[in-house]
């Protein structure tokens, strides 16, 4: 579980430098899914639920890789409301993927008869999927958006925070 939470911490921590029309990923989002790659492949030994996630995190590993180079280049930039579009689909799996995972810890609870905050993390997660929806509502409906933002922010750090309870259950009761 550990390299799923590294690469959870990659990807929902988005900082970017930006200038001008060049943007530099901090903490690429493409390393994140690459690493979680790897800790759902070691977790599928728990849950085969966790391989689910694999083909979807590979594609947004691809698809997030292309972008930081199209960030790097500038090119991104002017591709407007498609930008927006591909954004919003991006959310979409990556809340796909969350549910899986959530899932995969449910089902790894259930099989050795133990807590590891199945029920919280699902709750995060669906916190998450709401603060996710209503920033882009906000966005389109040209309000307030850093209200979105902050709150799809807090969600992701909630969520982070309980999977890593997560973790840290796991590796105590089950390692």
Not at 11 to 24: A, G, M, P, R, S
Request: charged share 15%; hydrophobic share 55%.
């Amino acid at each position: 579980m550990g390299n799923i939470f590294i690469g959870l911490l990659l990807i929902c921590l988005d900082f970017d430098l930006t200038l001008e029309n060049i943007k530099v990923g901090l903490l690429p989002n493409f390393l994140g899914y690459i690493v979680m790659i790897k800790g759902l492949k070691i977790m599928a030994q728990e849950s085969p639920v966790f391989i689910k996630a694999k083909p979807f995190a590979a594609g947004m590993a691809v698809y997030t890789g292309i972008l930081y180079i199209m960030d790097l280049l500038g090119i991104s930039a002017s591709y407007g409301a498609l930008t927006y579009l591909l954004s919003l689909l991006a959310t979409g799996v990556l809340l796909y993927i969350l549910y899986i995972i959530v899932s995969g810890v449910s089902d790894t609870e259930k099989k050795y008869e133990i807590s590891l905050e199945g029920d919280r993390l699902k709750s995060a997660w669906i916190l998450r999927a709401v603060f996710d929806i209503i920033s882009y509502a906000v966005f389109c409906l040209k309000q307030i958006p850093i209200i979105g933002v902050i709150g799809s922010l807090l969600s992701s750090i909630y969520f982070l925070v309980i999977f890593h309870k997560s973790k840290h259950l796991y590796y105590a009761k089950v390692l």
